[in-house]
């Protein structure tokens, strides 16, 4: 995809390779990809496969370690803790990748490749997870585990084994098993040599937001925000800390700072038999993810399992995707609803955002240089593809102090230049669908956004930065949380009064249930099975 500016004079070079992207856009829909979708079950055929989900992708120079960047993804999401007994393990039969394009083609460059495997001792013995204590991720307690290897693949066919049978942290299955899950989360942090550091397990979910934007945009009349729809539950993340030079063009990160990042998860066809389900044929990519909300937001359900099979040199050929890009609907809804006027014309700043990277060499409506790989000295530009992928400027320092709207706050180090945990992305995206971006002022009528601002759960100051997962932790319908302490002598006790009244209000409703279902039997013993 072309910006705006490119498209315009670009008219029958666009129209030509439309033709090319049609035919693999129907390739898409009618099984010749195999197609599923990514990001928080916004696709239809993903929904039904959340262990290669790829819900969300964060891309930062590290606050605490400024010579490096961290890349964060999370797949699985919506998990509650309690979610036994088998829990939310990766899949074995999965490739799951992060994918840097520093020079601009839109291909990845280096590919970072988790390949898992399982290792349950179980087996016939039992249902549970664990019988007893956990301690340690060798603790003969875990009774099942998983381990995975890490590969960069490089641009050149070089393939380098950068970590081998290391450890995942496992699913947290509550506080009598494990009660003290940092010190498992720690140990599964594993260093990569040379530099750099690796943790596979669960987090506590770091996409704060009020999803009710799906109920006619917070109900018509944003009488339904505040609530963050994401509280209470956990996801499987990959988080990796790797030196800004192994990331940059020809490893030279002060000529060459800008790189574009995304995820994908490659699965192989399941053929199932009773009891059994067998991975067969080759790996078919099902998930991508680059910029929060594409998909959910930009494209229209009908392209919605297309776009997760489609490779990013591919997008400029999806005229029906430019389209949905220069053209959104997003603000087209906010003005019918809201009655606040849609940006008019073509929307090139929407097309710096997501497609090309803020740069003024290409002449878009965003006055600045911030994160284009077309802005590296050692690029050919004649070679530059405009794609979808989250595009980091890794020279920008870490803000001491981040502003949770990024760069329309003037915070250069925050969405969309990379994303960080902290970053309001829903926010910031309905202020740039409205043309913020661009005209350097905050739509007042929409300034309170959600009113979700930040997680419920702190973050970590150090790697993986993520959130501790929430573990034996009870979400209910109207999305509070109950937390649930063990103590020594293994009675449960809850921490929050809410709760405790919810707890016993359950306890009367169970002991009504338990009295009526006593009559019932007595009244079956007596008088047979179709009595009232």
């Known amino acids: 995809m072309s910006s705006p500016h490119v498209l315009s004079g670009r008219r029958g070079q666009v129209a030509a390779a439309a033709l090319v992207g049609a035919t693999l856009l129907n390739a898409a829909l009618f099984g010749g990809t195999n197609a599923t979708a990514s990001s928080h079950r916004e696709a239809p055929l993903i929904a039904g496969d959340p262990a290669v989900d790829n819900t969300d992708l964060y891309a ?52 970072l490749r988790w390949q898992f495997r399982d290792d349950d001792r179980r087996k016939n013995n039992t249902f549970l997870y664990t019988n007893g204590v956990v301690d340690s991720l060798d603790d003969e307690n875990l009774l099942f585990r998983q381990r995975y290897d890490l590969e960069a693949i490089y641009e050149s066919g070089q393939k380098v084994k950068l970590v081998t049978n290391a450890p995942v942290a496992p699913s947290p299955n509550g506080p009598a098993s494990m009660p003290d899950f940092k010190k498992l989360r720690d140990q599964a942090v594993v260093q990569i040599p040379g ?20 109920d006619l945009l917070y109900g018509g009349n944003l009488s339904e925000v505040g609530q963050d729809t994401l509280r209470g539950y956990n996801v499987n993340t990959i988080a990796v800390q790797l030196p800004r030079n192994a990331l940059a063009l020809k490893n030279d990160m002060h000529r060459n700072p800008n790189i574009g990042v995304w995820s994908t998860t490659q699965r192989r066809t399941m053929k199932l038999s009773p009891g059994k389900a067998e991975a067969v044929g080759d790996f078919v990519q099902v998930s991508r993810l680059g910029n929060p909300l594409v998909n959910e937001v930009v494209a229209p359900a009908g392209l919605k399992d297309a ?36 940006p008019q014309g073509q929307r090139d700043d929407l097309a710096e955002i997501f497609l090309t990277g803020i740069t003024k060499k290409l002449g878009g409506q965003i006055n600045a240089d911030l994160n284009s790989q077309v802005d590296n000295a050692d690029v050919d530009k004649n070679r530059f593809r405009p794609s979808e992928m989250l595009r980091l400027n890794m020279m920008i320092e870490p803000n001491a102090n981040p502003n949770r709207l990024g760069l329309l706050a003037g915070d250069t180090q925050g969405f969309p230049n990379g994303r960080r945990l902290t970053d309001d992305v829903v926010d910031i995206a309905v202020q740039a669908m409205e043309g913020a971006a661009a005209s350097g002022k905050i739509v007042e ?16 100051a150090a ?13 209910n ?34 002991g009504a249930g338990f009295f009526l279902w006593r009559k019932r039997q007595q009244s079956i013993r007596k008088y047979g099975s179709h009595s009232k």
């Not at 005229?319 to 606040?340: A, G």
């Not at 999305?479 to 009367?508: H, Q, R």
Request: proline share 9%; no cysteine; glycine share 10%.
């Open 60 to 111: 930062f120079v590290s606050p605490d370690h400024k010579d490096t960047v961290t890349l964060v993804g999370n797949w699985s999401g919506f998990q509650e803790p309690n979610g036994g007994p088998n829990f939310f393990p990766w899949a074995e039969d999965a490739q799951y990748d992060f994918n840097i394009d520093n020079d601009g083609d839109a291909k990845p460059d280096i590919t």
């Open 445 to 460: 009528a929409l300034a309170t956004g959600d009113k979700v601002d930040a997680n419920d759960q702190p973050f970590e």
């Open 463 to 475: 790697f993986p930065y993520v959130g501790l997962p929430r573990n034996g932790t009870a979400v």
């Open 195 to 214: 530099g750099g550091k690796v943790y596979v397990g669960p987090s506590e979910d770091a996409f704060f937001a009020d999803l009710r934007v799906f």
């Open 307 to 342: 776009f997760n099979g489609l490779r990013p040199d591919q997008d400029a050929g999806v005229k029906e995707l430019v389209d949905r890009v220069v053209n959104p609907e997003l603000p087209k809804l906010v003005e019918q609803i809201y009655k606040i006027p849609a």
């Open 477 to 510: 319908a109207s999305g509070t949380t109950a937390e649930v302490a063990v103590n020594p002598v293994g009675k449960i006790g809850t921490i929050d009064p809410m709760a405790m009244t919810t707890a016993v209000g359950s306890a009367a409703v169970f």
